[in-house]
């Protein structure tokens, strides 16, 4: 059974740092590009980052760019999205999401809360 | 940025009734050489993430049950539930994969009349 297990979510002031994890079980994780997706409170979905199965393509959407970094470890068969300046608007549950086109599997989620 | 755009915004229907949810981009996903829609739809319940149902615009996720249907081409796509059940009261989101940014529809919530 596929299992995407998300990790390290939790309250932050704006500016600060944090690193989430997500531990993948059940499939041949070296073998699928991997994304982030988030969904702020009472909103829709907005995927946040990939990255392929090596890692050497990665992609982001406009408002992360040059604060988050989406990274994986093969080995620990866990994908990671550290997250620096936060801000008020990118609270929001963090999922991470199995595939490079459609998402056929997804995590529970990690609760990012960006306040003062 | 492909800009997805669903409607309606919410939607009830009695049950064992159909539901039709559009979505439309704002350019075309159809890809050319292999002429495959670079087009899914997920179903979100309370509380829970997200869960595929339909990719390539028309292609049932397994497991995912035959009352469940997607259409279109290019750029308009129509996910139909047949005969609505109970547990199918949730929000449903389009999403392009075409190009990058990945974008998603804003969302469409179905009830019970």
């Known amino acids: 059974e596929v299992q995407l297990v998300e990790s390290g979510g939790g309250l932050v002031q704006p500016g600060g740092s944090l690193r989430l994890s997500c531990a993948a079980s059940g499939f041949t994780f070296s073998d699928y590009w991997m994304s982030w997706v988030r969904q702020a409170p009472g909103k829709g979905l907005e995927w946040v980052a990939n990255l392929k199965e090596d890692g050497s393509e990665i992609y982001y959407v406009d408002s992360v760019k040059g604060r ?3 990274s994986r470890d093969n080995a620990k068969k866990s994908v990671y999205l550290q997250m620096n300046s936060l801000r008020a608007e990118d609270t929001a549950v963090y999922y991470c999401a199995r595939g490079v086109y459609h998402f056929d599997n997804w995590g529970q989620g990690t609760l990012v809360t960006v306040s003062s | 940025d492909i800009v997805m755009t ?3 915004d919410s939607l009830t229907v009695s ?13 075309s996903v159809l890809y050319s050489s292999n002429n495959k829609n670079y087009l899914a739809w997920y179903q979100q319940k309370p509380g829970q993430p997200p869960k595929l149902l339909i990719y390539w615009a028309s292609t049932r996720e397994s497991g995912v049950p035959d009352r469940f249907s997607g259409s279109g081409s290019g750029t308009d796509f129509t996910l139909t539930i047949s005969s609505l059940q109970a ?4 929000v449903y989101y389009c999403h392009q994969f075409y190009n990058t940014p990945r974008t998603f529809g804003g969302g469409t919530k179905v009830e019970i009349k």
């Open chain 1, 68 to 70: 988050f970094t989406i």
């Open chain 2, 87 to 90: 547990e199918d009261v949730a």
């Open chain 2, 15 to 27: 049950l064992g009734e159909r539901a039709t949810i559009n979505c439309k981009s704002s350019q």
């Open chain 2, 6 to 8: 669903q409607s309606p």
